[in-house]
């Protein structure tokens, strides 16, 4: 199978469906054991990176998870650690572990193995949707065996809060691109999701401090999500790792193609235009020349990844959403990153925070050049 990136045969796509539906199908495979399934299709590598696109292995354990539970049961938190760079070219097995199964919570831990090693794992806990929000319940309907009857949720008080969607220099919520926004540059309008430029913003009052700054993203999947709330919900884990750790390098103004800098001007006109195309859609800015002197980035890899859903049900990813990202701290060549998602009648939808691995690229010792 080493020249097979899925196991069996992918089928034709479904045209009923978005893109991201097709793209994170998995298939179960009962013949080898029970919960065990794989991709249908080969994951997305993106151009430069170490592995597949870590969102697409998130959102296929969920999908993974989400095939063992009622439907009534719905994602509220996610718990990822990345292992190993996966490979796209070889077929990805993930083993579901039926934890717990209560009578309001349910837990699934998911293994994501190539050649027998994992790759990735994560432990995903659900909620069962009592009142049509997904919320908390009380002590009493806790515990007990799967598949009782779930006794009627209590009237209780709750606490209740939420951020509010960020405000633009108007003072007004900040609005969505239209309907019909054809924005993309070509360069990257290949993919199962639709954004908008990155903005960066200074919150901070303009003192220029790395964590004083944030960036904001309008997102959505394109065409129509046909697979119900549990696909939404996997859509949104699939976008939530988009340009995340990534953060580091815009707040940062970080260097991260592969030459230097200095040397843009030397590049062939349709390179340039490409790297200054993705230069001012990443919020770097308009001009590639002004980061001549910027700190280069050596190594950027995502060690962990956790996804809050505050809203499952309320979750429309092939519907404008907002995301929001800042890192509280960054140090001993790590960085974390913190990311707010609300859909664009201000809930927030979800929230995800990040570490991840940064290095910058060293300076060569004097009278040596370098490897790189």
């Not at 590598?45 to 696109?53: E, K, M, T």
């Not at 540059?185 to 220029?208: C, K, T």
């Amino acid at each position: 199978m080493n020249d097979r990136s899925t196991l069996l045969r992918p089928p034709p796509e479904d045209p009923k469906k978005a893109q991201i539906e097709n793209a994170l199908e998995v298939t179960e495979l009962a013949v080898l054991g029970p919960n065990i399934f794989t991709n249908t299709r080969q994951p997305w590598h993106p151009p430069g990176a170490r592995g597949i696109y870590g969102g697409a292995v998130i959102a296929m354990c969920l999908a993974a998870a989400q095939r063992t539970l009622a439907p009534d049961f719905l994602v509220h938190s996610c718990h990822c650690y990345f292992l190993l760079a996966g490979a796209s070219e070889l077929p990805i097995l993930f083993h579901v572990e039926q934890v717990r199964d209560g009578r309001s919570f349910a837990t699934r831990t998911v293994q994501a193995r190539q050649r027998g090693r994992c790759i990735f794992t994560t432990t995903i806990s659900f909620v069962r949707d009592t009142s049509g929000g997904g919320g908390s319940t009380n002590s009493e309907e806790e515990g007990g065996e799967g598949g009782k009857a779930t006794p009627k949720r209590k009237q209780i008080a709750e606490v209740s809060h939420a951020s509010a969607i960020p405000r633009g220099a108007d003072g007004l919520p900040l609005q969505p691109p239209p309907d019909d926004y054809a924005g993309e540059p070509e360069l990257i309008s290949q993919g199962p999701f639709q954004g908008a430029r990155i903005e960066v913003v200074d919150v901070g009052g303009g003192d220029d401090k790395p964590g004083e700054k944030v960036t904001r993203q309008w997102v959505r999947a394109r065409g129509k999500i046909a697979g119900g709330q549990a696909a939404q919900l996997e859509a949104l884990a699939y976008v939530s790792d988009s340009y995340f750790i990534g953060t580091i390098t815009r707040i940062h103004k970080l260097w991260r193609f592969p030459f230097k800098a200095e040397d843009y001007d030397q590049l062939p006109e349709d390179l340039r235009l490409k790297v200054k195309t993705l230069h001012q859609w990443e919020g770097m800015g308009e001009d590639p020349r002004e980061m001549v002197g910027r700190p280069t980035i050596g190594m950027m890899v995502s060690l962990d990844h956790t996804i809050y859903f505050h809203e499952p049900t309320k979750v429309r990813a092939d519907d404008w959403m907002l995301t929001e990202m800042q890192s509280p701290w960054a140090g001993d060549g790590r960085g974390v990153v913190m990311q707010k998602i609300f859909s664009k009648d201000g809930t927030l939808l979800a929230t995800c925070v990040q570490e991840g691995l940064v290095r910058l690229q060293q300076p060569a010792p004097e009278g040596k050049e370098s490897k790189l």
